[in-house]
């Protein structure tokens, strides 16, 4: 399909810099697939959910993914991708010109790493020097990874330390957030359980590939990027009970969705997992795991505009998203929340 066809315009003041305070004072638009949009809040969730539904949440933790330091004389930035083993990770580099493989990258508080190999794609393979566990090192010298659109408009500060966090986060790796889950308080998670909708976890550490646009004119011709996950057995088999009394998996965020469907064969049946997926979904696949998609608003002409145009329809996206500006959502990371019950 052609990209140009989940283009929208979105005028920049509807980009969120902050998130709700509360977290779950954020608005909620339903989009179902027959009655009107309804307008209403993180909040409502549990009653627009039923007893025997579960929700799906992604217990990846951000990481301080970003480095600033040089190569000699010449300034550098780093976003952290892709984690290879315990030293090693897949990075972008700003500035990347003035990289080649074999230089040492110095950061802040003594940190250094060795450019061991430049990728196709423009990426390379960084060593970490030293003894101390990387994770370590980021604390010492990363700061939270947001995401461009609000990176370019206002620095990081201590606050994203927290707010770029979700309540589940358990699993360290992940360089971006799983933004559906933001909005989540223990307040609001006590009201679900009371509501006898239950609640499951797995890993996808999100990467920064889920920043990066979509160059190719037709959707076939995008090479998609590959993130890490994970779901256990014990996970897998309680999941498929659900499905099997008749209730609804409801993912929490394109994360949790992408990994449910990776994880599930042609028969319906979720199976565990334990690494790569590089699944692209776009209008015309059948989802198999999933029956709904809790999920903030995503970019114009984004590998996540094409799946959430997969699960309701493309056309009736478009209207959903027309209304949301309209009606001033706030959108992206930070952003106000959708619902989708196809």
Excluded: C
């Excluded at 315990?86 to 450019?115: P, Y």
């Excluded at 989540?184 to 499951?200: N, S």
């Excluded at 199976?271 to 970019?299: C, K, Q, S, W």
């Excluded at 329809?313 to 009606?327: C, F, K, P």
Aim: no cysteine; net charge negative.
């Amino acid at each position: 399909m052609k990209v140009d066809l989940f283009d929208f315009e979105l005028p920049t003041e509807r980009i969120a810099l902050r998130p709700a305070r509360p977290r779950d004072a954020a608005k909620m638009l339903v989009v179902d697939g027959q009655t009107p949009f309804q307008d209403r809040g993180v909040r409502d969730l549990p009653s627009l959910l039923e007893a025997g539904d579960v929700l799906v949440f992604n217990d990846t933790r951000v990481i301080p993914a970003q480095l600033e330091g040089r190569r000699g004389e010449a300034k550098i930035g780093v976003t952290l991708h892709k984690r290879v083993d315990l030293r090693r990770w897949q990075a972008f580099i700003r500035n990347a010109k003035r990289v080649r493989e074999g230089d040492q990258l110095v950061f802040g508080g003594g940190v250094t790493a060795i450019a061991e190999q430049r990728h196709k794609d423009g990426s390379f393979t960084l060593a970490f020097e030293g003894g101390e566990p990387v994770e370590v090192l980021l604390d010492r010298a990363g700061t939270m990874p947001l995401p461009p659109y609000i990176a370019g408009k206002r620095q990081t500060d201590a606050q994203d330390r927290s707010d770029y966090q979700t309540m589940f986060a358990t699993e360290d790796g992940a360089v971006a957030a799983p933004t559906a889950a933001l909005h989540f308080t223990p307040e609001l998670v006590q009201t679900i359980d009371e509501a006898g909708i239950g609640r499951e976890t797995l890993t996808l550490h999100v990467g920064a590939g889920t920043f990066l646009p979509v160059k190719a004119e037709d959707t076939d011709d995008h090479d998609m990027h590959s993130e890490i996950g994970r779901i256990d057995a014990q996970t897998a088999d309680r999941l498929n009970s659900v499905r099997s009394a008749g209730g609804r998996l409801i993912a929490v965020g394109t994360t949790s969705l992408r990994l449910l469907e990776s994880a599930t064969g042609e028969d319906g049946i979720i199976r565990p997992f334990a690494g790569e997926t590089d699944i692209f979904i776009t209008p015309g696949y059948e989802f198999r795991a999933v029956d709904g998609l809790m999920t903030n608003f995503h970019l114009p002409k984004s590998t996540l505009m094409m799946l959430v145009s997969a699960l309701m329809g493309r056309e009736r996206m478009l209207e959903a998203y027309a209304h949301a500006i309209a009606n001033n959502y706030r959108f992206y990371s930070y952003g106000d929340s959708s619902l989708l019950l196809p």
